[in-house]
């Protein structure tokens, strides 16, 4: 009984450690798990998992990262709040190859709207991940948006 409690601190010590490669870098990932499950699951209806995302600006640099917003998926819709920048909606879809598809302007940076270059969904245990890669880059070099939530 002591082992297992032992084992069982141990497994939640190491549940609380950061995710390493969830920098929205390279292309779409997929570990074992529940969030894999799901967005398996949810891509073979073209289709998100339905969720609300916290969203970090990224890009320039492990100190350039700052909050962005939320977004929340419901269906095909989301919608974005934006730090300092107001509400914006539109159409998300995904394909079999975790690549999504933006209709609506989802990268607003210092008031500009930003063209979306590329995005995905990745997912790492119960971690979801939304990546969305934009151009121009900000001052900061900051050109990318990456949303989390838990499966």
Same mark, same amino acid.
């Given at each position: ?16 450690? $950061? ?5 929205? +870098? !390279? *292309? ?7 969030? %894999?499950?799901? /967005?398996? &699951? ?9 969720? $609300? ?5 990224? +890009? !320039? *640099? ?7 917003? %939320?977004?929340? /998926?419901? &269906? ?76």
């Amino acid at each position: 009984m002591k082992q297992v409690l032992i084992a069982g601190v141990c497994l939640t010590a190491l549940a609380g450690c $950061d995710v390493p490669g969830l920098d929205g +870098g !390279g *292309g779409a990932r997929a570990t074992p798990g529940s969030a %894999t499950d799901l /967005v398996d &699951a949810m891509a073979a209806n073209n289709r998100l998992p339905q969720r $609300d995302y916290i969203c970090t600006l990224t +890009g !320039g *640099g492990p100190d350039e990262d700052t909050p962005y917003g %939320t977004v929340g /998926v419901n &269906a095909d819709t989301f919608t974005m709040v934006i730090k300092r920048e107001g509400r914006r909606e539109g159409l998300l879809r995904v394909d079999g190859n975790r690549r999504i598809e933006v209709e609506g302007d989802l990268a607003v940076v210092d008031g500009e709207v930003r063209r979306i270059r590329s995005a995905r969904i990745n997912s790492e245990g119960t971690t979801l991940e939304l990546a969305f890669d934009f151009a121009p880059a900000d001052s900061e070099g900051r050109d990318r948006i990456v949303c989390q939530a838990e499966a």
